[in-house]
């Protein structure tokens, strides 16, 4: 029984540790950003959350809401390589940007 439930958290943990996330990256203008972030929108991501109102509205900011729109493309793309880069603007995390009440979709079971 004991290795059972040592097999059991050793695949949870190692189904944790491989989440992946997609965000812009920092350092960049609030244009830039912004062009992600509609492209991003424009090509399928769900923006719905990051409108006003939304859950992922706040922090009312162009980066979180850059980060929150590749994120939710990156994971209905199935996290295929080159989903997320968006001509370098963004990339790969593997710590979770959720903050303030807002989930990022690690999966594209979560995504929709």
Same mark, same amino acid.
């Given at each position: 029984? +004991? /290795?059972? %439930?040592?097999?059991?958290?050793?695949?949870?943990? /190692? =189904?944790?540790?491989?989440?992946?996330?997609? %965000?812009? &990256?920092? =350092?960049?203008?609030?244009?830039?950003?912004?062009?992600?972030?509609?492209?991003?929108?424009?090509?399928? +991501?769900?923006?719905?959350?990051?409108?006003?109102?939304? =859950?992922?509205?706040?922090?009312?900011?162009?980066?979180?809401?850059? !980060?929150?729109?590749?994120? !939710?493309?990156?994971? &209905? &793309?199935?996290?295929?390589?080159?989903?997320?880069?968006?001509? =370098?603007?963004?990339? %790969?995390?593997?710590?979770?940007?959720?903050?303030?009440?807002?989930?990022?979709?690690?999966?594209?079971?979560?995504?929709?």
């Amino acid at each position: 029984m +004991a /290795a059972l %439930v040592y097999m059991v958290l050793i695949l949870a943990m /190692a =189904g944790h540790s491989s989440a992946n996330w997609c %965000v812009c &990256k920092d =350092g960049l203008s609030d244009a830039v950003l912004q062009k992600t972030l509609d492209y991003a929108c424009g090509a399928g +991501a769900d923006c719905g959350p990051i409108h006003q109102n939304g =859950g992922c509205y706040n922090p009312n900011t162009v980066r979180a809401h850059c !980060s929150y729109a590749v994120n !939710s493309y990156f994971q &209905k &793309k199935g996290q295929a390589q080159g989903t997320c880069d968006f001509a =370098g603007t963004a990339s %790969v995390a593997t710590s979770d940007p959720s903050a303030s009440g807002c989930v990022y979709p690690s999966s594209i079971r979560y995504a929709f």
